[in-house]
């Protein structure tokens, strides 16, 4: 069993920054991508940022310049670094992996509100 445990969600002033974590824990062989999806009220859960093993990245248009997402393979985090946060950026952020025999796993998601 793998588990992805997510922190630095919270509330922050519109300009403001926030840095969330995400570890991996368990039973790992091995994790091809890690990153981060967000989910706001009625809408769907929506890529933010990945980072594959080769280093590859893939942020969602909305968040490109704001928003950075690193790793520490050997550690198997992941972090995101948000800046210049705007009210629309306020959701439920959940950390995801892809694990190489478990698949697509997630953690249980920190919120990030973005208000004055």
């Known amino acids: 069993q793998v588990q992805l445990v997510e922190s630095g969600g919270g509330l922050v002033q519109p300009g403001g920054s926030l840095r969330l974590s995400c570890a991996a824990s368990g039973s790992i062989f091995s994790i091809t991508i890690m990153g981060w999806y967000r989910q706001a009220p009625g809408k769907q859960r929506e890529l933010v940022a990945t980072?594959?093993?080769?280093?590859?990245?893939n942020y969602n248009d909305s968040v490109k310049g704001r928003f950075t997402i690193s790793r520490d393979h050997a550690k198997n985090t992941a972090a995101l670094q948000m800046s210049s946060l705007k009210p629309e950026d306020t959701a439920v952020y959940y950390c995801?992996?892809?694990?190489?025999?478990?698949?697509?796993?997630w953690g249980q998601g920190t919120q990030v509100t973005v208000s004055s």
């Open positions: 980072l594959t093993n080769g280093g590859t990245t």
């Open positions: 995801y992996a892809y694990e190489f025999f478990k698949g697509r796993l």
